[in-house]
């Protein structure tokens, strides 16, 4: 069932947790989507797709208490999985993803005034939709190739038209700022939102994912003694036996 860990009261606080049921869908639907696909079995009960406020998600039985703690995501994803093409029937599942993704965040604000639930949706409507990453509108893995071991210690970053562009980590804002068109398709790994010229990111040299430094709490300075970066979810299937 849908958890909540605290009782969001700003807007601040229902967009963080907002991001953090966003970040586990889109891992379900995109780098964890083998997963998630063979769990739904249309010969099991009605199953729900969960996203939790620590960034995991989870397919399991809804809710059995009514009135639920949170609204609740559509019920029986599982019964057309068979019956649709894989991409459309994910797509159908973003679709009813955003929709209750909206819905918790409306819920825990209803106490908001008017502007404070427009600065809400603006927020919201910043970051691509779960429907635009799985129909492949934004592509999450139509990215910059990167030459192994450059990422981390000099920012180097390959431009979909395959030149190489290369600059400090610490002046990467600098450097890229006339080039953030080129790289607009290009999706944080964690977060799934845009790329922006204004914000630090670094290159995993094992998938070759590009993430916001904040999201997996890599600073510039840190960067600059980082031989080989590895992301949290390589660094998590390297430690597995």
């Not at 819920?107 to 409507?125: D, P, V």
């Not at 970053?157 to 990467?172: A, C, E, F, M, V």
């Not at 040299?205 to 003694?225: L, M, Q, S, Y």
Request: a negative charge; hydrophobic letters at 30%.
């Amino acid at each position: 069932m849908a958890s909540i860990s605290f009782s969001p009261r700003t807007v601040e606080d229902i967009f963080k947790d907002y991001s953090a049921r966003r970040t586990g869908l889109v891992r379900a639907l995109t780098y964890d989507v083998d997963d998630f696909y063979s769990l739904c079995d249309p010969e099991k009960e009605n199953l729900c797709l969960y996203g939790h406020p620590n960034e995991s998600w989870e397919v399991t039985l809804p809710a059995e208490e009514v009135p639920s703690e949170l609204p609740e995501p559509a019920l029986g994803i599982n019964f057309a999985r068979d019956g649709m093409k894989r991409r459309d029937w994910l797509s159908l599942v973003a679709v009813h993803s955003d929709c209750w993704l909206l819905s918790v965040a409306f819920y825990l604000g209803a106490r908001l005034n008017c502007n404070e639930r427009k600065r809400l949706f603006s927020m919201i409507n910043d970051l691509p939709t779960l429907f635009e990453v799985a129909s492949g509108r934004k592509a999450v893995k139509d990215k910059p190739s990167m030459d192994s071991g450059s990422k981390s210690r000099n920012s180097s970053k390959r431009s979909l038209d395959g030149s190489i562009r290369i600059s400090n980590p610490k002046i990467i804002d600098e450097s890229y700022g006339e080039d953030e068109d080129e790289h607009g398709d290009t999706l944080c790994g964690s977060c799934g939102g845009n790329y922006n010229a204004d914000e630090f990111w670094i290159g995993c040299d094992i998938c070759e994912r590009w993430f916001h430094g904040k999201c997996v709490r890599i600073t510039p300075a840190k960067a600059d003694n980082i031989k080989q970066y590895k992301c949290p979810s390589c660094s998590t299937k390297k430690g597995r036996p």
